[in-house]
């Protein structure tokens, strides 16, 4: 036994360590292969794929032009060639570097500490442009001014913090039929492969086109078109791409291959460290403005930026925004809770959480709050809406299955407020390959999926399409959703107006789906709650461990209960009422 697996024990055999049921811990629901420094290795894998985040958060949200006043003029409608105007920009892009820094830190390690769970959490990609670019638009020139934006998402926080204590959140997830949960799954990981093949946060091999949605791509900025991104000329000549593809794709898969420990990490850190040095093709510092901005902000190695202009900048005054606010707050609800549902099922599926009867996941109810609370903590820091990320599949692959994985992420963001020079240095390329690589894990998913029944199947595959074509978790889970609505609610209509005669090929090939989930409809706390007991806050394993999940609570079978008095003649209209109404905890049954 090597110091490292004595260590592990160790840590395992303390409270720490049961808390978080490392496997050695003893405690009875343990996760088999936990391993602290295996945690910690898996943590900081899970940061090195988020950390562009930092950079890049700050760069789209500050285009939005924060709380900089802009005064258009007949030639500069946007302000763009307003010199003092542009250094507040400049100053608001540094504000947004502490601030995603900041609640990517408080938000990743308490969804770790409360939930238990090695998923992280950072200001939403796609949501950050949504934000910055329709509803705030750039420079101030959409709808809605950048202060009434973000107490919209504050206001969306409180709202999902209220959907998530009674269960809706939870129940959601759960009632998402099987097809469309596994195809979410296996449409979040073409859509983390193609966020790798692009240029803002990958290799850059694939870009936008204007003959065809999708082009092959890179070749070096200069060949590129300054409005598209279209390569010109070129192609497949960028030296960044192919360091990315060799040094952080193949040499990272390798060392996959061979199972050594901290591939991941290796393969950024190895592109990076080529990456930094000025004089080379593949520098991510090159003698430009913007390479020299970038170096400038490299050598300080260790600063702290002290937010300035976008913190608590919200507005309470609505009388003019009209219904420009209430369409930016439904849009975001719509959007964040499929977008948040949809990647932390699909991440606790990844990791082994399931609960393939009740559908949920353990610590589920802590994870949706823990959101919902980073979403308005967000808001105040001066950034858009929070969310659970799917990167956490990288911390996940390399074996993290505990919350310590999140905590650690959480602590790297953190330190990263005080060495943002060195983390937002981190080269889109570094990390493409690695997204790429995570995403083909997850592909996996769709092997589970009913192909053998149309009704299952086309609206599990216009998920998997829909997400990485349109760049959206949420649109995915929309169109499939709909989809499976549209075939399976038409195919039982034709089925009763015929009388039984006209039924779909195959329709004993269904998966089954019933809206009366196994576990009820409210959280267990809310069931324990109900019933009066004065530790309802209490984990299920304070209650003997049975309720099945922290999203619903446990059905006890009649075997289970046999011979009891007062429960056996009762026992039908209790599993009714779990499957499709208030959820009943096993430590109320036994006591009739």
Known sequence: MTWIDRANRRVADSSFGRYFRLEYSGHRKERKGSRFFTEIRAGLATFFAMAYIIAVNA????????TCVCTPTQEDRVCDKNEEYMLCVGIVQRDLVTATAAIAALTSFFM??????PIACAPGMGLNAYFAYQVVGYHGSGPVPYRLAVTAVFVEGFIFVGLSILGLRQWLARAIPASIKLATGAGIGLYLALIGLTYSAGIGAVTGAVSTPLDLAGCKPEFRDGITGVCEGHKLRNPTLWIGIFCGGIVTAFLMMYRVKGAIIAGIALVSIISWPRPTEVTYFPYNPEGNQRFDFFKNVVAFHKIQKVLVAQEWDLSGA???FGLALVTFLYV????????????????????????DFEGSAMAYIVDAMGISLGSLFGSPPVTAYIESGAGISEGGITGI???VTG?????????APIFASIPPWAT???????GSMMMKAA???NWSYPGDGIPAFVTIMVMPFTYSIAYGLIAGIITYIILNTGAWFIEVASGGRIVPYGKELKDHWTWRIPGGFFPPWVVRLMHGDKKFWKREEYHDGRSGGSGGASIPSQEEYRGEPGVAASIDSVVGMGSGGVGMDEEFIKEG
């Open 112 to 117: 770790g500490l409360g939930a238990n769970i």
């Open 59 to 66: 760069n789209i949200t500050s285009q939005s032009g924060g």
């Open 447 to 449: 092997a589970d999926i």
């Open 432 to 438: 493409g390959s690695t997204l790429i690589i995570v």
């Open 411 to 419: 602590v790297c963001f953190f330190i990263s407020v005080f060495f």
């Open 405 to 407: 994985t999140a905590m």
């Open 322 to 324: 009209g219904g420009q």
């Open 336 to 359: 964040d809770i499929l977008d948040c549902t949809g990647t932390l099922y699909s991440m606790a599926r990844f990791a082994g959480f399931i609960d393939e009867r009740t559908q």
